[in-house]
């Protein structure tokens, strides 16, 4: 499994990135997926989440500015970044909750059982605003 970020690169006060992370490689279904980023000296955090059925959660300092979405058919989620703000720069990685093996028959139990999920982070990408 694989999850691959792109979109970052350097941006003035106020202007706009639009973050792109597809999952790939041998998977069975995605589950909840995210954006965190990470500034230097700084832990890491969660700027944003979704889960499958699109319900999001946003970092209140990032609320009407920032969106995520998904495309359940690509296994990609997306972080539209807006008014964006020197406060923002990070690198940003995407997590993503994976399922990676078709549901197995327990006997003891006498039905199908859903596999374990895995979670996964992307390489991160570098974010960086200023004028």
């Known amino acids: 499994v694989k999850l691959v970020e792109s979109g970052g690169g350097l941006v003035q006060p106020g202007g706009s990135l639009r973050l792109s992370c597809v999952v790939s490689?041998?998977?069975?279904?995605?589950?909840?997926m995210a954006w965190y980023r990470q500034a230097p000296g700084n832990q890491r955090e969660l700027v944003a989440t979704?889960?499958?059925?699109?319900?999001?959660i946003l970092l209140d300092s990032v609320k009407g500015r920032f969106t995520i979405s998904r495309d359940n058919a690509k296994n990609t989620v997306y972080l539209q970044m807006n008014s964006l703000k020197p406060e923002d720069t990070a690198v940003y990685y995407c997590?993503?909750?994976?399922?990676?093996?078709?549901?197995?028959?327990?006997?003891?139990?006498?039905?199908?059982?859903?596999?374990?999920?895995?979670?996964?982070w992307g390489q991160g990408t570098q974010v960086t605003v200023s004028s």
């Open positions: 997590n993503a909750d994976v399922v990676v093996d078709p549901p197995y028959f327990d006997s003891e139990i006498g039905s199908y059982q859903e596999s374990p999920h895995n979670n996964y």
């Open positions: 490689g041998s998977i069975f279904s995605v589950h909840g």
């Open positions: 979704i889960s499958t059925g699109a319900g999001a």
